[in-house]
């Protein structure tokens, strides 16, 4: 059984970095063929895909963040991070991560909140 | 980037109803490999995305025969037969053929 789940800070000022963790299980990210990604979704809106990591450690990124996303792995403990630095409010969302195979998001974790406030 | 456009953003209908639902995109989403990576999504109320259908036409392990997905290179359409309740909620499209991957904005099912 797959399942995943993301874990953040909940609350966190403006510039600061936020860091998540999405822990699963049921699968290795070892596993030719299989990614994480994530995706947020500000409240009441759509999707937005933020990065991809794979198994043999390739990475992808969405370019409308810019230079502030890095995604990571810890193959050992199944557990993927992402790091997004200098938030402000539009990075306020529920980040979801979800297992990717052939290029479709067939798992998703429970996602979590994450707000930016002063 | 690829632009995925959903009509319409939202849809009333009968239970045991019939309903589609349109999603074009920008560019064709024909991967290099021949593979097409369009897939549906289906987000209940106060729930994480699940996915319905993947590369067009193929239903994931344990979705209805109701629902079908067709379509190619930048149009593509989900058909849902035989509305029940649980099928209520926001349905998206995405393609996964170029980063950076995207969605569209998404279809309201609604009882009428």
């Known amino acids: 059984q797959v399942t995943l789940k993301e874990s953040g800070p909940g609350i966190l000022q403006p510039s600061q970095t936020l860091s998540l963790t999405c822990s699963f299980s049921?699968?290795?990210?070892?596993?030719?063929?299989?990614?994480v990604s994530w995706i947020r979704q500000p409240s009441g809106k759509g999707l937005e895909w933020l990065a991809t990591?794979?198994?043999?450690?390739?990475?992808g990124y969405n370019p409308s963040l810019k230079n502030r996303l890095t995604i990571s792995k810890d193959t050992s403990n199944n557990q993927a991070f992402l790091k997004i630095t200098s938030v402000d409010t539009a990075d306020t969302a529920i980040y979801y991560c979800?297992?990717?195979?052939?290029?479709?998001?067939?798992?998703w974790g429970q996602g979590t909140l994450v707000t930016v406030s002063s | 980037d690829v632009v995925m456009t959903q009509t319409p953003v939202s849809l009333s209908v009968s239970l045991g109803g019939q309903v589609s639902i349109s999603c074009r995109s920008s560019?064709?989403?024909?991967?290099?490999?021949?593979?097409?990576?369009l897939s549906w999504y289906l987000q209940k109320p106060g729930q994480s995305p699940q996915l319905l259908i993947y590369?067009?036409?193929n239903r994931f392990s344990g979705i209805s025969d109701r629902f079908s997905g067709s379509g190619s290179g930048t149009d593509f359409t989900l058909k849902i037969s035989r509305v029940e309740p649980d099928d209520l909620g926001v349905y998206y499209c995405?393609?996964?053929?170029?980063?950076?991957?995207?969605f569209g904005a998404g279809t309201k099912l609604e009882l009428k």
């Open positions: 979800a297992r990717e195979g052939s290029r479709t998001f067939a798992y």
């Open positions: 049921g699968f290795s990210l070892s596993t030719s063929g299989i990614c």
């Open positions: 990591i794979c198994w043999e450690d390739s990475k």
């Open positions: 560019q064709s989403l024909v991967h290099n490999n021949g593979n097409t990576y």
């Open positions: 590369k067009v036409s």
């Open positions: 995405g393609q996964g053929t170029q980063y950076p991957y995207t």
